[in-house]
């Protein structure tokens, strides 16, 4: 290698590197799940329950059987051998209620969609078209929508073995009573917020594909999901297939946001057909039915106080919270909300915390992780309980938050939660933002319009977030109850031509790893970026990982890959001051160059080495023919990013209509691997937690069928009903990990609904309007200014 | 997602068109661009036993001018429609509201005449239609017959052809000279309107001479705002407008749906018609 | 079934197909170009958008044979000869997708704008793609890309 080429392989880490995975996206090239052929496939479709709760009196797939190209067909108790309840990963406490959830219904179904019957054919217009002969005869039982209502003693219940709606109770309280707070304090204020239930909405639908060789028990399953390695391990429990005769690939993915991060009953369903039959299966979720099938994310009613001195010091805070957990607890359902219970207090000091959580089973889709997870919710619900204790005060909301956060002189903080907190700066990320945002300029017009009279109101909002990801500690999950650790690992091997192949834990479905590790890599190894191969989602490829969820990869997977290519020069060290007859310490590494200090022309190529390790002919004594390292990375804390982002809307008072002016954003996600794919995150999440505030809803009416059952319902926005956004950082590098980073993956959405809603309430404040339900509907707009001003 | 079975002709000209349809009686659905009928079968809301696919007659597509009326072949797409240079000096209300139909490639396939055979009160052009009085010719085995628009929408996805008729030529009287404007409001570019409200405005001596004003999504089909026409009628300046646009949504019967209540339906259609007649130069 | 003639990237095909064969299933299914994924069912999310005789059509709503006799360019066929288009550059060079299933059939609308309006404002891009859904990128890059695929200048973004 020339020294020109070594040179150009330096510092990585930081750069735009282009992505190495936009080759085969943009060609048409992919590996979606859906897309894979393989001799004698069979294709599955599900049969759903159009009702939300119902016994099922009678199920009869016979006369699908006698369809064209028919193969098999199956209902729940057929398969009900041989297939257990779908897992629940993180029973939150110790006498939470755990149904049942049979991949199949058996009995009874409990949310609209529920499936109650397969059908297997030859194609899949086949397979839809036998659904309509299955029979199924149902006795309706009452849904239970309402989710206060569902905790009276009297209510019906949604699984009536286990005499209650209540899933779990669980509280937190630290510091003083917030009894004793309140006492002391000037000012208390105490709001209802509603968290909507949202669809994510990954753009790939779900898809999962088995191949079997029966004669050997062994079963290769294609699925697109972001957790290739919980699924094998889950699925191996569910079905009884050992899990080593188990491949989990997780082929291309297209998104996720949680929504496959899941042990879903089709997949259970087409292993469990796949060897029933000996044959090949593949199931394909259309989009409505998704809607029914696929997790929702949030659903919660939040009761929050905060109490304040007359300055606007926060004393304390209470929040009480109760969340949807639909039929059933799916793989982490019941810890979403947790995950937002050390959220609340955010990035404020106070003296008094008391959180209590309810889960309440209803007759709905089940609830489980979306985009940030518990923590946008609980941004939300003390961001905008700020703006509306800054109103009673008179202050600024931006004065508010800067009179009570922690400041960057405090660091490492401990909050009241009992997170540790180790580095932020709140006030450089909000004075950036301001100037950005040009504040003064718009609170300027904000009067003129406000005293003109205006039909179009302005309205400023702020949302200065911080939120714990880079999941996990696994000490800290063990106290959690959760069932897995918190770890990551990463393996580097080092080929004999000086090629790189870097195996991740980490399973991406967007996120860039490809890129992003090859930087790492590059950077620590000396080697160029485009030697550098990663191998990601197959457990028999890489085998051992956690996935990719909650801004995890790049804090821990990253990380392991960070570490494995540092052990790997330091056994490289070890040859190379061997073969240059030099000591470990007189050697300098730089660009991929083991050189000795004072003679540089004594040298030796990290490539080289490789070479040598292959051969094996010149190692120094007890050391093995190889430079290849593995490690796994348990953090030792979460990581915190944090910023401030500021939204401008104007509000039509006249219809309801909201429009965004202008938004920026300036987030600290400590240091950056590559700038280009951190700004696409920011404005990914953006996008979902603006559609969050302004314009997605999954309803569901009386009876509990989801009224907003497909994508001409269910608004996800358009590039047109987006705006451009203004996205900026500042750079506090995580003390928790050697490259300082903290991961950006749902910042955006964490940061952004608050900012919007809070946006909205104060373009109407001087009329009257405290509050607009999510999402803030024209509709739901029009009537707060209407009965404001009623 | 997957289509149910049917038999399926594809018809070369209008009059094998509509032997076909006679032959099969009412399980038979006409597929022009396909744009409405497709998501319907693709999430098995309608089963025909045939699809008459009619998207290959020439003769049903093109606009040509007959003195004062402009007319359009049921087959032309949205994508010619808004870009015709006859329909934009002649018919711009239709013009600019065609743009606002779903999206480019939407605009592609879909079609005038299905867009108005399928009587979505959501839909955009019905309301259009009316505002621009209109008159659908049908082919039938009888012959041809011209309804007025008025009565081409019966109800909720009903129109006035038989299943053994087919639309075929949409007349428009040219509106050279009037003020037009289309006032669409949705939530999300994509979705249907909440309330659409088509105006057209001809203005003479300094005030408003005459006015028509269709309405989109307020009522089980398309309507006139008839009360609110009579009133802009010498209405003279942006109060006067204001106060004949209170009686928008008189004698409309909105529904209730996720976007919107009726009452709040009701609400903007009197804030848009007012905007959509100042738009379309109520003001002068 | 129903026989079709189509070509399709260039190269011709005859099939017997059923009616109600989707185009979108044609595509994937019996030619095996799965380079045209489908994301909905109610020709919302656009990811299937393909071009049918020199206009784009969204694939899941148009049945294959309405598309008899016609000349079909999916995302697949858009390179020659291994060279990428300025759009398909565009989208690289601007980080316009993450997960890239919406980017077959975001490149082919950009590209059926750009082919009626060649220099568009970024208002017009935003329009233009409104019936193509992607829940990745929030649009900015997207809208860059199209803009610097038309050959106009677009601001790097700011971030250090």
Known sequence: MTDQAVKAAAHEIGRSRLRKEDARLITGQTNWTDNIQVAGLLHLAVLRSPMAHARITRVDVSPALERPGVIAAFTGADLAEGLGSLPCAWPVTEDIVLPDHPPIAVDEVRHAGDPVAVVVARDRYAAADALEAVEVEYDPLPPVLDLEAALADDAPLVHSDKGTNRCYT?????????????????????????QQRLIPNAMEPRAVMVTPIAASGEYTVYSATQIPHILRIMLATVTGIPEHKLRVIAPDVGGGFGSKLQVYGEEAVALAVARRLGRPVKWTESRSEGYLATHHGRGMIQDIEVAATREGRLLGLKVDLTADMGAYLMLVTPGIPILGAFMYPAIYKMDAYEFNCTGVFTTRTPTDAYRGAGRPEATFAIERIMDELAAELGLDPVELRRRNWIGHEEFPYTSIAGLTYDTGNYEAATEKALALFGYDELRAEQQQRNERGDTVRLGIGVSTYTEMCGLAPSRVLRDLRYAAGGWEAASIRMLPTGKVEVVTGTSPHG???????????????GVPFEDVEVVHGDT?????????????????????????ATKVVEKARKVAAHLLEASEQDLEFTDGVFAVKGSPEARKTIQEIAFETFTGHDLPDGVEPSINAETVVDPENFSYPHGTHLCAVEVDTETGRTRIRSYVCVDDVGHVVNPMIVEGQVHGGLAQGIAQALYEEAVYDDEGNLVSGTMADYLVPSAADLPDFVTDRTETPAASNAMGVKGVGEAGTIASTPAVVNAVVDALRPLGVTDVRMPCTPERVWRAVKEASA | MIPPAFEYARPSSVGEAVRTLADAGEEAKVLAGGQSLLPLLRLRLAFPELVVDVGRIPELRGVR??????????LTTHHDVLRDPLVRRHAGLLAEATATVADPAVRHR?????????????GDLPAVALALDAEL?????????????????????????APDELLVEVRIPKTDGWGFHYEKFQRVAQAWAIVGVAALVRRADGHIAEARIGLTNMGSTPLRATAAEQALSGADGPQAVARAAEAAAEGTRPSQDLSASPEYREHL????????????GGTG | MTHIKVTVDGTPYEDEVAPRLLLAHYLRDVLGLTGTPIGCDTSNCGACTVDLDGATVKSCSVLAVQADGGTVTTVQGLAEDGEWTALQHAFHERHALQCGYCTPGMIMAARDLLRENPHPTSDEVREALEGNLCRCTGYQNIVRAVLAASGQQVPEEATA
């Open chain 1, 540 to 564: 028999r490829s890489s085998p051992q990982g956690m996935d990719t969820y909650g801004s995890r990869s790049l804090s821990v997977g990253g990380e392991a890959v960070h570490r494995a």
């Open chain 2, 65 to 74: 001018e007959d003195g004062d009326t402009l007319v359009i072949g049921a």
């Open chain 1, 170 to 194: 669980w509280p937190l309280a630290t510091g003083e009573s917030f009894e004793s707070a309140r006492q002391r304090a000037d000012v208390t204020l105490k709001r209802r917020y509603h």
């Open chain 2, 137 to 161: 010719v049908a082919a039938g085995p009888g012959g041809r017959r011209v309804i007025p628009a008025r009565e081409f929408f019966v109800d909720y996805l009903q129109s006035a052809l």
């Open chain 1, 511 to 525: 996120q860039g790893h490809e890129t992003c590790w090859s930087q790492i890599a590059a950077d620590v190894l």
């Open chain 2, 110 to 122: 879909g079609t005038l005449g299905g867009s108005l055979a399928h009587a979505d009160p959501a």
């Open chain 2, 269 to 280: 259609a009197r804030v848009l018609t007012r905007r959509a007649v100042l738009a379309a």
